[in-house]
């Protein structure tokens, strides 16, 4: 039972740290998380027989392969993805369930409402709900409701005809937030996440807004970053080779997922702790 704690304190102390430089900096550092993983990759050898380390093994690849597709979109930093593998190494299960999906769920509902609330002041902030806004977002409001009633019709025969807690009702806030935002999500590129900027200040990781490109400036990228939304190292290399002198839309203040990891590590631990 002592390596369990071991293992817990390890994960809080990395996350911790990663969770601050990523609000402080933007980036989860591979100093952080490569430890991290190959710390419990050695754990995991010398606890676990072959097939168990097997079956880990086989869980990071997925973990991987699917944060590589969601990288590649640029909805998620390579960071997070290599902290989230760090995190299923160093803890794979706890009281038989898979810790990662675990903190995958909580972190993801948590941002959700944390980042949900504080978008919804800055849209009040920034653009007028006028009756003509409100028409043009008659057909997503339409299918964000019809989700939600999906949702709830779906948790109300879990939490009645199985053993789900009813605690799961509260599941329904982060879900009717992140609707809200749906709708409003373009407004949310353009007031909050855009920003303008020269290639010569582009960063290692910055994410393109392909829809605000024009078509001249989109034709020049599209050899360069091959349909790509994250840009690399390489990319702005040929991208001052070849002069492209245009600022470039940028989502640059895109949200920080660190800090919501860190607070789904601690929330999983508890409940699977105490209630499990």
Known sequence: MYIIYLRIFI????????????????????????????????INLFVFPFSKNLSFFTTGAIIFAIGFVIYYLGKLGGGDIKLFLGIHFMLPYLNDQLFILWVLVTSCFLGVIFISIKYIFILFKKIKFTKKLLVAKIPSIITSFVLFVLF?????????????????????????????????????????????????????????????????????????????????????????????????????????????????????????????
């Open 152 to 276: 709830f019709v779906f948790l109300y025969f879990s939490v009645n005809y199985s053993d789900i807690s009813s605690w799961f009702y509260l599941t329904l806030i982060p879900i009717l937030l992140g609707l809200f935002i749906n709708i409003f999500q373009e407004e949310v590129k353009k007031h909050i996440y855009l920003l303008w900027k020269e290639v010569k200040d582009i960063e290692d990781g910055d994410v393109i807004a392909s829809e605000y490109l024009t078509k001249s400036l989109e034709a020049k990228l599209k050899p360069i970053l091959r349909n790509k939304k994250v840009i690399e190292e390489k990319d702005i290399k040929l991208m001052i080779e070849k002069k492209i002198t245009q600022k470039l839309p940028i989502y640059y203040f895109l949200p920080k997922f660190g800090p919501y990891i860190f607070l789904g590590i601690i929330v999983s631990v508890f409940v699977l702790l105490y209630f499990f």
């Open 11 to 42: 994960l809080l102390l990395f996350c911790a740290l990663a969770a601050y430089t990523d609000k402080k900096t933007g980036y989860i550092y591979d100093w952080i998380t490569l430890p991290l993983i190959f710390l419990g990759i050695i």
